[in-house]
């Protein structure tokens, strides 16, 4: 365990599958209570970095602390304090949401009082109430969601990965969910958030990272990153597409509708 | 009925079906060109011709014509074999197949929003089940050909042809009354909740699998039958045997006891074909597994289980395999083989006449009769071992991201397994007592020797399918890669061999050297054995449960 002030520190990340490098070169670091916006175009590699950070793949060159602790060394400790939202989470169907939630806590250790008490808390916040006792394979991608973000924060971890966690939400859970990240931010909660939704990226997050094939394109707040692309009165979506090279967008259009 | 659409939906069925196994290179060439069934089907035909033509070489003295009595006889046990030997194949793979179904993916089935009438589909699932595995009967055709000619029973043959494809016909519709009744019984199970209705789940699906194989099983029938009427009779009242006895009787001259058997032979599978579509119609989508629980569930105390030193993790573990066993279809059905397996190896033990204590010196002891059902329970376990691991499937991330050991896991799942196979062994404990009269010491020997085999074979499966686990969710999950399923068979059976040796020694040592081992001496040297090979699959599991924790595959 080594002590770096900062809560994530990625060091010269490097990850291939087979021939495809989905990480290169990779190297940043996200401050505690920080809430770190990860954007980029599909395929562009943020999905497998969270992955990576929270050991559930071994990067194929360079290392990654969190909270102090090497990842490859320690995965182990890395899932006792990180909690973890993915991208479309499977989750198993064949349990009620209180099952779910329940198997979850007590592989966790969580007691048994605060386990009741934290569930009660986070079904009733998140609209679940009345439906917990259904089959998980009965409810909208939207409750899924939900119920994998619960899972991520019952045991209060220190350093939240959310892979596009408002994927399928409802407005007002979508709202919650983004007071909560800020919420938990002011705890000291370091929170690494994946989107594609930029105006949420900007509302929410101090910092921005964009990837795009793997590398990354630029890093700052959202005034650095306007100033870097040459548009500082522009909206971010117009700082997004020029950094990343996409143009002609109009162009595409018209020849799709014609 | 629409033949195009049949035609189609037929081939797009066998495809997806072929398709599930993945990682064998021959179905993948198959399902790029369904044609090459039927030029495999040719292959074998010619290489049936061979064989069959050989074996009347064989059997003929000095090159004259094959004739008389042999002939007859070669004659009808092929002739009469080839219709019974289809209808159980046909059956039993459309049995496998069902075996590992996916709720899941059947819900998403293309039959739930395409125009297709119930008639359609059952007609076209059977026509593909037939297609599929029609290179069997190819196979029996060119051996059966040969031998026709040169007996000079060439209308035999040519009478034999309608009744296999009759015969195959039949097993297909059955599987399809299997699928239907399976359906069914999965999605009213599934409606309710409750500790008694997952005991009913259970019992219910091994109920149907028993009850359908067991209408298969000529020995179980012709012993039931047998005891109510003459045992030369006895077959006559077989469904199964009618296409049989439809040729047997044509080889026979009994040209009017043909004609009925074959009448009864097209009745059947008339009757089959209306209850497959009768069923199909009603019991039309399958629900996905929806359960609604009465309440909103409450969380659970700290488990009773505590006491005997389980950590709450594993607790927690050990409950959601038990969930996960009752409400997914395709695993339901898995957990069933350790049960149903044993029943059905030992068979010709149980309904042959039980050792009596008077029947003088040469007696088996029961704890010999017993082999048989501990092999049934050692595969049983083996095959849900193997499965164990690939059952996470897609769902693995949950585990991954939690702070679970691999030693927690294996642990959880041998532990899983071995619940699971014990009910297996209990039963046979209570048939042993039955139906083999074995006396107090042999029950407790066969079950200490039982619990062994179950922890060896369950620990030997876990370790195999941690190495080739197949985590893909499609229509038809196998869980295990085909590489990994044919080792694990051979090193399964080759483990069961030598936890069984100090046991086959100690009967050869008695029957032919008069050599009497103590029998508590050769059980703990079996026990010892099976410990032995249990800790070494265990210690073989953990590396590998290790790296799929650390690297979810992509």
């Not at chain 1, 002609?248 to 799709?256: C, H, N, P, R, T």
């Not at chain 2, 164990?388 to 693995?396: A, D, K, M, N, V």
């Amino acid at each position: 365990m080594t002590s770096t002030g900062s809560a994530i520190d990625v060091s010269h990340l490097t990850k291939a599958y087979g021939s495809t490098v989905a990480l290169n070169d990779v190297t940043l670091s996200v401050g505690t209570g920080e809430v770190r916006g990860l954007l980029g175009p599909n395929g562009s590699g943020k999905s497998s970095l969270m992955k990576t950070i929270m050991a559930l793949t071994k990067p194929s060159y360079g290392t990654i602390h969190v909270l102090g602790y090497d990842v490859r060394a320690n995965p182990m400790e890395i899932k006792k304090i990180v909690g973890y939202v993915p991208e479309s989470p499977r989750l198993y169907e064949f349990l009620t949401a209180t099952e779910y939630l329940d198997f979850i806590a007590d592989v966790r250790g969580i007691p048994y009082e605060q386990k009741k008490e934290r569930i009660a808390r986070f079904v009733d916040a998140l609209d679940l109430e009345g439906k917990q006792g259904d089959m998980i394979s009965s409810y909208s991608q939207g409750m899924k969601q939900k119920v994998a973000i619960i899972g991520a924060l019952l045991h209060r971890p220190r350093v939240l990965l959310m892979d596009e966690p408002l994927n399928g939400l409802d407005p007002k859970s979508a709202r919650l969910v983004k007071e909560l990240i800020h919420g938990l931010a002011k705890e000291g909660v370091s929170v690494m958030f994946s989107t594609h939704i930029l105006e949420i990226a900007e509302a929410i997050c101090d910092k921005l990272t964009i990837l795009q094939g793997g590398k990354i394109l630029a890093e700052g707040t959202s005034k650095d990153l306007r100033e870097n692309a040459g548009l500082p009165g522009s909206g971010l979506e117009d700082v997004f597409l020029k950094l990343t090279g996409t143009k002609g967008v109009e162009d595409i259009v018209e020849a799709l509708i014609r | 009925m629409r033949l195009s659409v049949l035609f189609k939906f037929a081939k797009v069925l066998m495809i997806s079906r072929l398709r599930s196994t993945r990682r064998s290179i021959v179905s993948r060439s198959i399902t790029s060109r369904p044609i090459l069934i039927g030029l495999i089907g040719i292959v074998l035909f010619v290489a049936g011709l061979l064989f069959g033509y050989l074996t009347t070489v064989f059997l003929s003295s000095g090159g004259a014509p094959l004739t008389g009595p042999v002939a007859h006889q070669l004659v009808v046990t092929i002739f009469g074999g080839v219709p019974l030997f289809l209808v159980g194949f046909y059956f039993t793979m459309g049995l496998l197949w069902e075996v590992n179904a996916s709720t899941e993916a059947e819900s998403t089935d293309a039959i739930n929003w395409l125009p297709i009438t119930p008639g359609e589909y059952v007609a076209a699932s059977a026509l593909s089940t037939s297609y599929t595995y029609s290179p069997l009967l190819m196979v029996a055709f060119g051996y059966a050909l040969p031998i026709g000619i040169l007996t000079g029973n060439l209308v035999g043959f040519l009478v034999l042809v309608p009744i296999a494809l009759l015969s195959t016909s039949v097993g297909s519709v059955s599987v399809e009354i299997l699928r239907s009744a399976l359906a069914s019984a999965s999605t009213a199970f599934n409606k309710l909740g409750g500790r008694v209705t997952v005991i009913m789940r259970i019992l219910g699906i091994i109920l149907i699998l028993l009850v359908t194989q067991l209408l298969f099983s000529g020995v179980f029938l012709i012993q039931i039958i047998s005891s109510l009427v003459g045992t030369a009779a006895a077959a006559s009242f077989v469904p199964v045997f009618w296409p049989t006895l439809a040729i047997t009787k044509l080889l026979q001259s009994d040209f009017l006891g043909s004609a009925g058997f074959l009448g009864l032979s097209v009745a059947l599978f008339v009757l089959l074909s209306y209850v497959a579509l009768s069923l199909r119609a009603k019991y039309w989508a399958v629900t996905p597994g929806a359960i609604h629980f009465a309440g909103a569930g409450s969380v659970s105390r700290p488990s009773r289980l505590g006491y005997l030193g389980l950590s709450s993790p594993s607790v927690a573990m050990l409950k959601r395999e038990i969930r996960s066993a009752t409400r997914r279809k395709e695993v339901v059905r898995l957990m069933a083989i350790p049960i149903i397996m044993p029943i059905m190896i030992s068979f010709p033990a149980i309904f042959s006449p039980a050792p009596s204590s008077t029947s003088g010196p040469a007696q088996i002891d029961p704890i010999f009769l017993v082999i048989p059902f501990l092999f049934g329970i050692g595969l049983g376990s083996l095959f849900l071992g193997m499965t164990s691991i690939g059952q996470e499937g897609r769902r693995l991330w949950n585990i991954s991201t939690l702070p679970v050991s691999a030693s927690m896991l294996v642990k959880s799942k041998l532990l899983f397994t071995s619940l699971v196979s014990s009910i297996g062994l209990g039963l046979g404990a209570i048939v042993s007592a039955l139906l083999l009269h074995a006396s107090i010491l042999v029950i407790l020997g066969f079950l200490g020797l039982g619990l062994v085999v179950i922890l060896a074979e369950a620990s030997l499966g876990i370790a195999i399918g941690s190495r080739f686990p197949d985590f893909s969710d499609g229509p038809r999950p196998r869980f295990v890669t085909v590489v990994g399923s044919i080792i694990g068979a051979v090193l399964g059976i080759l483990e069961m061999a030598i936890m069984a040796f100090p046991l086959i020694l100690s009967f050869i040592l008695r029957t032919f050297l008069s050599i009497l081992l103590p029998l508590q001496f050769v059980l703990a040297l079996s026990g010892s054995v099976a410990g032995l090979l249990t800790w070494v699959a265990y210690s073989m599991s953990i590396k590998p449960v290790y790296s799929i924790l650390s690297e979810l595959p992509n």
